[in-house]
């Protein structure tokens, strides 16, 4: 059973820091893209950040130059470091990854349960 399990959320105030860590289990045979998704209560979910397994990234226009998305291809692992955290960055975010599961011929999007992160004072 594929697993992705986040952690790091929490509060933070405005101007703070929060790293997000994702960590992909089980049986797993290659990971493409891994990303980071939020949303906000009555909004839709949205894209933060991404990253293939090449390293090449891709980030909202909201959060370019202040988060910064990295992984671990070894440890199947994908983090989100957030700085100068907003209040409008409040949202639970959800790790994703595109992989293909061992035994299976095709890739499909894994997602985490998501953590909540809320940036007030």
């Known amino acids: 059973q594929v697993q992705l399990v986040e952690s790091g959320g929490g509060l933070v105030q405005p101007g703070g820091s929060l790293r997000l860590s994702c960590a992909a289990s089980g049986f797993i045979f290659k990971i493409n893209a891994m990303g980071w998704y939020r949303q906000a209560p009555g909004k839709e979910r949205e894209l933060v950040a991404a990253?293939?397994?090449?390293?090449?990234?891709n980030y909202a226009d909201s959060v370019k130059g202040r988060f910064t998305i990295s992984r671990d291809n070894a440890k199947k692992t994908v983090s989100l470091q957030m700085n100068s955290l907003k209040p409008e960055d409040t949202a639970v975010y959800y790790c994703?990854?595109?992989?293909?599961?061992?035994?299976?011929?095709?890739?499909?999007?894994?997602w985490g349960q998501g953590t909540q992160v809320t940036v007030s004072s």
């Open positions: 990253i293939t397994s090449g390293g090449s990234t």
């Open positions: 994703n990854a595109n992989l293909q599961p061992l035994y299976y011929s095709r890739t499909t999007d894994y």
